[in-house]
Nanobody, 121 residues
Framework: VQLQASGGGLVQPGGSLTLSCAAS????????MNWYRQAPGKQRVLVAA???????NYADSAKGRFTISRDNAKNTVYLQMSSLKPEDTAVYYC????????????????WGEGTQVTVSS
């Protein structure tokens, strides 16, 4: 299972950005699709998560500003970010819990390479 994230970049405070992450490969099923972020010198933290059933969870810092969604037909998860702040600057990582075709018994954790989001004037 491979994850390809895109959509990062430089944006001014108050601006918007949408990240996307597509999962590919021999996938039997995907449970949760998640976005994490890691700011310089800090630990990686969960930003938003969405399950296959559509249940959504946001970090407090993301509530009211970020929206996570997924397209199951495309195995793609999105993160719409608005009202961005300098403290949102981080590398954003896509993460999925999925069962590969070669072993349908267990869900495994997969990570993308990350995409840089910089909020600065």
């Amino acid at each position: 299972v491979q994850l390809q994230a895109s959509g990062g970049g430089l944006v001014q405070p108050g601006g918007s950005l949408t990240l996307s992450c597509a999962a590919s490969g021999s996938i039997f099923s995907i449970n949760s699709m998640n976005w994490y972020r890691q700011a310089p010198g800090k630990q990686r933290v969960l930003v938003a998560a969405i399950t296959s059933g559509g249940s959504i969870n946001y970090a407090d810092s993301a509530k009211g500003r970020f929206t996570i969604s997924r397209d199951n037909a495309k195995n793609t998860v999105y993160l719409q970010m608005s009202s961005l702040k300098p403290e949102d600057t981080a590398v954003y990582y896509c993460n999925v819990e999925a069962k590969p075709e070669y072993d349908r018994r267990w869900s495994r954790n997969y990570w993308g390479e990350g995409t840089q989001v910089t909020v600065s004037s």
